[in-house]
């Protein structure tokens, strides 16, 4: 491995590990919220937004953007994380998050700079994403589009209509982003509806289709440099990853899909974070 690849993963996981902390510090603030799918897409935002996407944040709506869609909304939190850290926004909003009158909520809201998409209803993401990825067809530009979606948010059978629209139009600037920590919102996702053979499914719909450990900088890095991965197909990168991941208590569980953030539990968050 050479130094400057050494660098460039150490740089993203420090950058991950402050979006975990930023996380947590929002939703201190906001007193209870989104934990578990947040921190578990730390390290696949960290790879976008530092490594990845064509962005300008101090010019948000620069016409040939990247554009970044987070279909599984409820992880606003870590989206706010990692635009604030990428300098979208002020740092100092974290502290406001699900406010009075605050821009941040617990759900994305197309109000706020960096922000490509109001979304909260799960399902929706990806055929926007669509949309986006023909329109810089239909226009000429090079920006690519990609949606990030939660494992569990694929029981929702809009998401196989918008899979089949891209495969059809062979859609190779747009790439899925599977966060497959394998938990939803009140029991495991196999407990719920089974969506395995994950990969095969999407390879059906006619997607090229790749998976990686979701945590480890290095494969995430690989992954989104080779992409497209077929230049005559949309792609499909399914990342496996841990629910919570970073702090025990809240990992692999569906109790911390969404919990309280009080005090002490923010103490023995960071605590965690700083020592694992």
């Known amino acids: 491995m050479t130094a400057i690849r050494v660098s460039l993963l150490k740089r993203l996981e420090a950058e991950a590990l402050q979006i975990r902390r930023n996380v947590w510090r929002a939703l201190h603030a906001a007193g209870s919220?989104?934990?578990g799918g947040s921190v578990s897409a730390a390290d696949l935002l960290a790879a976008l937004y530092f490594h990845?996407?064509?962005?300008?944040?101090?010019?948000?709506?620069?016409?040939?953007?990247?554009?970044?869609?987070?279909?599984?909304?409820?992880?606003?939190?870590?989206?706010?994380?990692?635009?604030?850290?990428?300098?979208?926004?002020?740092?100092?909003?974290?502290?406001q998050f699900y406010g009075y009158e605050s821009p941040l909520g617990m759900h994305p809201d197309i109000k706020v700079a960096g922000v490509e998409m109001s979304?909260?209803?799960?399902?929706?993401?990806?055929?926007?994403?669509?949309?986006?990825?023909?329109?810089?067809?239909?226009?000429?530009?090079?920006?690519?589009?990609?949606?990030?979606?939660?494992?569990?948010?694929?029981h929702e059978g809009s998401n196989w209509e918008a899979a089949m629209c891209a495969a059809h139009y062979r859609l190779s600037n747009l790439t899925a982003i599977i966060d497959a920590n394998?938990?939803?919102?009140?029991?495991?996702?196999?407990?719920?509806?089974?969506?395995?053979?994950?990969?095969?499914k999407w390879r059906a719909f006619g997607w090229e289709v790749r998976e990686i450990d979701g945590h480890d900088?290095?494969?995430?890095v690989d992954a989104l440099d080779a992409l497209?991965?077929?230049?005559?197909?949309?792609?499909?990168l399914i990342a496996h990853t841990v629910k919570?991941?970073?702090?025990?208590?809240?990992?692999?569980?569906?109790?911390?899909?969404?919990?309280?953030?009080?005090?002490?539990?923010?103490?023995?968050?960071?605590t965690e974070l700083e020592t694992r």
């Open 33 to 35: 919220g989104h934990v």
């Open 52 to 95: 990845t996407l064509r962005v300008r944040p101090h010019e948000p709506d620069w016409p040939d953007r990247d554009r970044f869609v987070l279909s599984k909304g409820h992880a606003n939190a870590a989206l706010a994380a990692v635009l604030a850290q990428a300098e979208f926004i002020e740092e100092a909003l974290l502290d």
């Open 119 to 154: 979304t909260g209803g799960l399902g929706h993401g990806l055929s926007v994403g669509v949309g986006m990825a023909l329109g810089a067809r239909i226009q000429g530009k090079a920006f690519r589009t990609y949606v990030m979606l939660g494992d569990g948010e694929l």
């Open 244 to 270: 919570g991941k970073g702090v025990s208590f809240a990992e692999n569980t569906y109790v911390w899909h969404s919990n309280t953030v009080n005090d002490e539990i923010f103490a023995r968050a960071l």
């Open 182 to 200: 394998k938990v939803a919102q009140s029991a495991h996702v196999a407990n719920l509806v089974g969506i395995e053979p994950l990969a095969d």
């Open 217 to 220: 900088m290095g494969q995430i």
């Open 228 to 236: 497209p991965f077929n230049t005559e197909k949309p792609s499909a």
